[in-house]
Every structure is written in C-alpha cells, then in structure tokens.
C-alpha cells in the first residue's frame, strides 16, 4: 500500500461513543447544531473583527490574514474534559509562512504556566502538501510536537478536526482517525494536562520565521489575503464559567470531578479500541515527518510518556 493511499477507516468504539452520549449531567454541555445556533453562540472574534466574515446563516465563519494583520476567536466558556470538534477548510493556493491554529488553552493570552493542546496547519508552496503539527504544553512547557502529512487535500474542502480529553488520555483525531494519542498513566504522568479547564480557540497568522522549512519560505503577500473556513463546532464537556479578571472565577462544577456520567468520562474513552490503533499504526507508519519521543539530540532519553503509547509503527 503506497504512503498516500489511507485504508478504509476499521475504528468503530467513536461512533459508539458519541452515540450512546445520551445521559448528560447538568454541568455537561453540548454544542448546538447548526439548527439550533449560530457559530457565534458559541464564540467571540478577537483581533480585527473585519479580518472575519460570515455566512448568510451565520454558521460559516472567514477569518482572514493580510500583511496587516490576522485574527481569531474563543469560546465563551472554558471546558475541563470533553469531546471537541470543528470543521476546517484551509487557506489555499500558496501559503507558505501562513498558520492556522486550533486548539485549546487554559488562559488568554500565552501565560507562563498555561496549559495547552494544539493544531497548527503548517502552510506551504503551491502545490507542496500542508503539514499538521500537534503539540501539548503543560505549565508552560511545551515541545512535544508531532508533524504529520495528510492523506487529502485541506484545501479543497471541509475536514473534521477533534480533541478527546479526559484524565486518562488525549487523543488527536483527522476525520474520526486518531493521528495522536498522549496517555495518562496509573501513577499519573506529570506532564499530562490535568487540572486547567480550557477555552477551545482558533487563529490565521504569519509565522513566515519558522512555519514552512524552518523560516526559508517567506509569506508572498501578493497572494493575499489568505482565508481560513470554520463550521460545525460540537463539543460534549465540562463547562466551567469564564475566568474572571485577575485569575478566579466560577467554582469547580460538579462534573469536574470523574463521574462516569458522560461517554468520554467511561473505560471505553479511556484508550483507542483495536480498529482505532490499527488505524493509529498506519499513520505511524506512513504519516509522521517528526516526532519528539525519537529525537534524541533534544532529548538523550525519551520524556516519560513516550513509553505510555500503545501504538508504534
């Protein structure tokens, strides 16, 4: 099977998960459909609202990055543990130096002691692939990227993009396939974010110093603006209120605690079924450009959770 070519997807446990998130306690919250609410119930622009445009429905968001400046938006409301999920089709043609984010963190603005989970759609040359890099950060530290090529085109259309979250794993999903799982562990690993709810947040930027081959590629603005498209964000969480000024906020909610009430906070959450790490081996093994754990000029011996995954090439 050539590296391009993906086999068809054999995970069955996701669809089991989300169906059978029937029972919900109350400080549980679901996204509403596009039937029921806007894609601006659910967010707040940050930066120059007119970089974003919407659809005439308002389910269809356009953020847009110039030589000027980019943009992007929040949740209103933080979550601690969930499903999350949105829509994206990127920006297109030449992109290099160009990033969209999604991703989730426990704070505004780049606190020292965030705690983070990331997307990063890696820009590039015309007809060069886009790369996708997760990373996660906790307490401010990061550099646990993975890049991963993708088996489609993410400009030519809208693709789904997902985070699991719970206590004992986080998983990063492409159109149901887990590209990444980052586990917990029994003992608790202690660089596995655990106790920060998260507002989910996304953003188009100029990273031109070091997004596409290390910063050679340089951002052509002629050919903007550059336009990335959001729709169908779902989330199955923990809400928790927003942070107040100066630190604080809402109290705990009950459903901070581990309960059981929700799909994602049950044994089957807890770590990809056989079809999900068959599929997790393939992309190992035809997908990944870079991944920390086998670097050893930045680390002589892997971090502790590398030896948690339960697939490998």
């Not at 059978?20 to 459909?33: L, P």
């Not at 820009?123 to 646990?144: A, D, F, H, K, L």
């Not at 603006?225 to 809400?239: E, M, Q, V």
């Amino acid at each position: 099977m050539g590296s391009w070519q993906r086999r068809p997807w054999n995970g069955v446990l996701l669809a089991a998960w989300i169906a059978a998130a029937g029972v919900i306690s109350c400080c549980c919250v679901r996204g509403a459909s596009a039937a029921e609410a806007s894609f601006g119930d659910n967010f707040e622009i940050t930066g120059a609202e007119d970089h974003v445009k919407t659809s005439a429905d308002g389910q269809t968001w356009y953020l847009y990055l110039d030589n000027k400046t980019g943009v992007g938006f929040q949740t209103k409301q933080r979550y601690l543990f969930g499903w999350f999920s949105m829509k994206l089709k990127l920006a297109g043609n030449d992109s290099a130096g160009v990033v969209t984010a999604y991703y989730m963190c426990s704070d505004l603005d780049a606190a020292p002691e965030r705690d983070e989970l990331d997307f990063e759609f890696l820009g590039n040359r015309t007809g060069q692939p886009y790369v996708i890099q997760t990373n996660v950060y906790r307490s401010g530290v990061g550099g646990r990227e993975m890049r991963h090529s993708l088996w489609f085109d993410p400009t030519a259309d809208f693709h789904t993009y997902s985070i699991l979250w719970n206590p004992k794993q986080i998983v990063f999903f492409v159109d149901k396939v887990p590209i990444r799982e980052y586990r917990n562990s029994e003992k608790t690993n202690t660089f596995f974010p655990i106790m920060k709810p998260m507002y989910v947040f996304s953003s188009i930027w100029n990273a031109d110093d070091w997004a596409t081959r290390g910063g050679l590629e340089k951002t052509d603005w002629t050919k903007a603006p550059f336009i990335s498209s959001y729709r169908d964000f779902t989330t199955d969480a923990c809400a928790w209120g927003p942070a107040a000024a100066g630190g604080g906020g809402a109290p705990p909610p009950s459903c901070a605690a581990a309960t059981g009430y929700s799909w994602w906070d049950q044994p089957p959450a807890w770590a990809l079924d056989d079809g999900q790490r068959e599929d997790s081996a393939w992309v190992a093994r035809n997908l990944v450009i870079y991944d920390y754990c086998g670097d050893r000029k930045r680390f002589p011996a892997p971090p502790e959770e590398c030896a948690l995954r339960t697939t490998s090439s």
